[in-house]
């Protein structure tokens, strides 16, 4: 993020010297009205190799710019709104979540009242370190979440729940979840 920032700054910058060097080099500036003064500086930076600088910048900070949004989405979907880490992050004693192990599995602290086949008392590592990554992959993460299916065709066993989520939603969780150690 700090390099985005510093490659920001560059493209301001980039911006900000033809305007300060027009301003200077302009004979006269003070009797020129504000109108050509901006003409000038307006030409002065199309003339020169900026634009293309900037577009150019562009191309680099925008997509990172975008992905580290998604990611941002992703977290607030999975840890929010479907609240991943409930089932899926250990608790310690004190009914804390242990931070140390977000998303990295756990044995369930719930279990129901009447039998429910298949039910599971642990759930599986989501982090990218975890086996499930090795063994899906991305795809299959994302279609998992868009159609409740596993890439065996089935439904995950309870407690999971079988989400039914929007291609744009799944993609960014799966992106939060690879962002996880
Ligand atoms: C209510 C508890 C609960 C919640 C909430 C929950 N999970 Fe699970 N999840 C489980 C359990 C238990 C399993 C093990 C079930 C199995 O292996 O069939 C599991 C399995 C999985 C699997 C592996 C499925 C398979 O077939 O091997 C993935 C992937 C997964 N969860 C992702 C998620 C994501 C992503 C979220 C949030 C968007 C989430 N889970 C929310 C309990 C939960």
Redesign the pocket.
């Known amino acids: 993020m700090r390099f985005e920032a510093s490659r920001a700054a560059v493209a301001t910058a980039a911006i900000l010297v033809p305007w300060r060097t027009a301003n200077r080099t302009l004979p006269g500036i003070s009797d020129v009205g504000l109108e050509s003064k901006i003409l000038h500086v307006v030409s002065l930076t199309l003339m020169s190799p900026y634009p293309l600088l900037i577009v150019s910048m562009c191309i680099f900070v925008c997509p990172g710019w975008a992905q580290s949004g998604k990611v941002a989405r992703g977290k607030y979907l999975?840890e929010e709104v479907?609240?991943?880490q409930?089932?899926?992050t250990p608790k310690l004693p004190d009914g804390q979540f242990d931070k140390d192990k977000w998303m990295k599995g756990a044995v369930?602290n719930i279990q129901p009242i009447e039998p429910i086949k298949g039910w599971?008392k642990?759930?599986?590592d989501?982090t990218r370190p975890g086996k499930?990554w090795a063994k899906w992959g991305e795809l299959a993460?994302i279609k998992?979440?868009t159609t409740g299916n596993?890439p065996n065709g089935k439904p995950?066993?309870a407690?999971?729940?079988t989400?039914r989520m929007s291609q744009d939603d799944a993609e960014a969780?799966v992106d939060y979840?690879k962002s996880l150690k």
């Open positions: 999975a479907a609240r991943c409930e089932c899926h369930m599971h642990t759930s599986p989501l499930l993460f998992f979440l596993a995950a066993e407690p999971m729940p989400y969780i979840l």
